[in-house]
């Protein structure tokens, strides 16, 4: 007698469904991430965020060629809200003893603090098309804007970029 095959269920399915989106794209996210925020915890939250927010959405799951963008949407909507959190409560830094970082690391400060410092629409399309790869037409529909002003806003943050990273010493 041949055993029948029990279907799973929806539930099950659902969570399998998650957990390989998170395996596929939640490294890339971070780096995202990472790119946009001060602390390596900080994008590690961001990214919790993420999903428990995509998880959490009502409606008709994307199919899977739709979620890559549909979750850097997202996370690009969380990080922007942080940025703009973070402008708003502005803290003093403890300035205790702190061992002295070597140059990558200064380096890599340095052009966080500038995309930081920058508008975070100008920040978030820089770092989709340059460091995530992500065509201006692709990061027009993450976005929600027009083709148009993701070019404006790559020109702009550009300049933006050039322009803030000297005013903070760096040497380009």
């Not at 915890?41 to 199919?63: D, K, N």
């Not at 970029?161 to 000297?166: D, L, P, V």
């Amino acid at each position: 007698m041949k055993e029948s095959a029990v279907p799973m269920p929806a539930s099950a399915v659902r969570t399998a469904e998650w957990d390989l989106a998170y395996r596929t794209h939640g490294q890339a996210l971070l780096r995202y991430l990472r790119r946009l925020s001060p602390t390596q915890e900080m994008a590690e939250e961001l990214l919790q965020e993420t999903f428990a927010r995509a998880m959490r959405r009502e409606g008709p799951e994307p199919s899977s060629d739709d979620v890559r963008p549909w979750l850097y949407r997202i996370a690009t909507n969380i990080a922007i809200d942080q940025i703009r959190r973070a402008r708003r409560f502005r803290f003093v830094p403890f300035l205790g003893i702190e061992p002295a970082p070597d140059r990558d690391t200064e380096q890599i400060d340095l052009v966080r603090r500038v995309l930081r410092a920058m508008p975070p629409e100008q920040s978030t399309a820089l770092v989709l098309r340059l460091h995530e790869g992500f065509a201006p037409v692709e990061i027009a529909e993450l976005l929600g804007v027009s083709e148009a002003a993701v070019r404006s806003r790559l020109v702009r943050g550009r300049r933006n970029f050039q322009e803030t990273y000297e005013r903070m010493g760096g040497v380009l």
